[in-house]
Structures are given as C-alpha cells and as structure tokens.
C-alpha cells in the first residue's frame, strides 16, 4: 500500500530535550516536506526536500533541522524544543515539486 | 500579508444546497493550485487539482481566475460526507514552496 509513515504519532516531552520525528514513503517519491498546524494559521511549511541530500527552508524553519540521506526517509529533528514548538506535524511527499502531495497521520507534539 | 487568504467560515448548510469557497493569493508567481480536505485534524487530502481552464469533477469544479488571483471551490447537492475543512494550497514556482491558507469548515445540515 503506498502510504506515507510518520513515528511518533503522539509525544509528550520536556523543554530541551533533543527529538527526532521521522517520515517515510514508500512511492519513490522525489519531493518530501514537513508542515506544522497551528489553530488559526493553517499548515505552515518547515523543510522541504527536492531529492537526497537537497533540503531547502519553507516558512517557519526556526529551531528546526532535518537530513534526506536516503530517498525514503525525511527525519525532522528538534534539538532544543521549546513549549512553541507544540504543534500538529505533517510530513509530506510528492512525485516531484508541484504536484499533489500525500500526507503522513500526522504527529501530536507537545513541549512542556 | 498572507501568500494565501480563506474565508474561514463556517458554512451551515442543508443537504442538497450549492456552496462556493473562495481563496486569493498574493504572488503572481504561483504556478500550481490545489484544494484538499481535512476531516476533523486528520492529514490533508488532494481534492482536486486546478487548472487554468477551470475543471469539474462530479460534483465538484474549481476555478482559477489569475488575472485577480483566486481561485475558487463550488460543491453542488452537498451530502452530509462533505462536511470537513477545505484548504487551498498553492505552490510557488521559483522555490517550490507549497503555502495553505488557513481552511475553510463546511458543515452539511440533515
């Protein structure tokens, strides 16, 4: 089934402690990205990833860092949470950059 | 000011009525354009794509007016399934950068 992973689902953490969020598809697809949602400001982008080893900043990329070392996989890691980083995470893939994405289940962070 | 504005709503409405959403951008730039639903916090899903010749796909048809830069969602015999949040999504060429705007929530009345 093509599908697009995410682990954790949910996560309760401390501030400053290092995490790591991580997304798979299973499509071959080119394009991965991550958003957080925040009531009242939609789906923000973070990172976004054209293909291995290529990673470019969205919107909000502050207090994040990600890494695509395998086509697969598009970690989102957060080395120093902070209570503003509780959000909604969506990874995201796509064939190549402007076409339809296919979204993960998303992952419920909150920093405390 | 926001790449993407919405309408948020929400819309009430009975069951077999007709409702529009509409969705401006601000970068001319734009070259893609999406609408995907969102049921309840769950991940988005592609709705539909839009074209610059506008398209129909049962009874749903978007529209892109570049000229004024919106774009736009008419929902027609609405049915109690379509009751979710409709985001607009557009994609900038020059970064490939994907922007939403904030949803707009449908409610299909019995």
């Known amino acids: 089934e093509a599908q697009v992973t995410q682990n954790p689902r949910y996560l309760i953490t401390v501030t400053g402690k290092k995490l790591t969020v991580t997304c798979s598809q299973n499509?071959?697809?080119?394009?991965m990205s991550w958003y957080r949602q925040d009531p009242g400001l939609g789906l923000r982008q973070i990172y976004y990833?054209?293909?291995?080893?290529?990673?470019d900043k969205g919107d909000v990329p502050e207090g994040y860092k990600v890494s695509r070392k395998e086509k697969r996989n598009f970690p989102l890691i957060l080395e120093s949470p902070s209570p503003n980083q509780t959000s909604l995470y969506f990874c995201?893939?796509?064939?190549?950059?402007?076409?339809?994405?296919?979204f993960g289940p998303g992952t419920r962070l909150t920093v405390l | 000011r926001k790449e993407v504005e919405q309408d948020p709503g929400p819309f009430n409405v009975p069951e077999g009525a007709t409702v529009a959403f509409n969705c401006t951008y601000s970068?001319?730039?734009?070259?893609?354009f999406f609408w995907y639903r969102q049921d309840c916090r769950k991940e988005p899903k592609l709705l539909m794509s839009?074209?610059?010749s506008g398209n129909e796909d049962g009874r749903f048809t978007a529209q892109l007016n570049r000229a004024s830069q919106y774009i736009s969602l008419l929902i027609r015999d609405s049915k109690l399934s379509d009751s979710a949040t409709y985001l607009c999504?557009?994609?900038?060429?020059?970064?490939?950068?994907?922007?939403f705007g904030t949803g707009t929530s449908l409610t299909v009345i019995p």
């Open positions: 990833s054209m293909n291995v080893e290529v990673t």
């Open positions: 970068n001319s730039a734009s070259q893609s």
């Open positions: 995201a893939s796509s064939l190549t950059g402007p076409y339809t994405q296919y």
């Open positions: 839009v074209y610059s």
């Open positions: 499509m071959n697809h080119e394009y």
């Open positions: 999504v557009v994609n900038i060429n020059t970064g490939n950068q994907f922007y």
